[in-house]
Nanobody, 123 residues
Framework: QVQLVESGGGLVQAGGSLRLSCAASGRSFSSYNMGWFRQAPGKEREFVAA???????LYENSVKGRFTISRDNAKNTVYLQMNSLKPEDTAVYYCAANRKWSDVRSGGGYDYWGQGTQVTVSS
């Protein structure tokens, strides 16, 4: 069992930055691939970024060059550094844990989810 708790969301102006954190409890965090997803009001949940247990990364096209996913296995934490934020980045952001890298873009491929943290970008 893995429990995930996100933090770091908030209100920021367009062009600003936020760093989201996702703290994991439970065993074997380092063996999981970790992903970030987001869901805006009235829209479906979408993939944002993922990091393999051995540090390979994958990004959704609209965040490439602006967002960076990283992990600290010693702290059981995964991060999402978000720079050059845009109003269209406004959403609830969720972290999730997955064991199959080929499924990281699909929300259905994840075993555990956090409760989400709100990110609001004003124009």
């Amino acid at each position: 069992q893995v429990q995930l708790v996100e933090s770091g969301g908030g209100l920021v102006q367009a062009g600003g930055s936020l760093r989201l954190s996702c703290a994991a409890s439970g065993r074997s965090f380092s063996s999981y691939n970790m992903g970030w997803f987001r869901q805006a009001p009235g829209k479906e949940r979408e993939f944002v970024a993922a990091i393999k247990w051995i540090d390979s990364t994958l990004y959704e096209n609209s965040v490439k060059g602006r967002f960076t996913i990283s992990r600290d296995n010693a702290k059981n934490t995964v991060y999402l550094q978000m720079n050059s934020l845009k109003p269209e980045d406004t959403a609830v952001y969720y972290c999730a844990a997955n064991r199959k890298w080929s499924d990281v873009r699909s929300g259905g491929g994840y075993d555990y989810w956090g409760q989400g943290t709100q990110v609001t970008v004003s124009s």
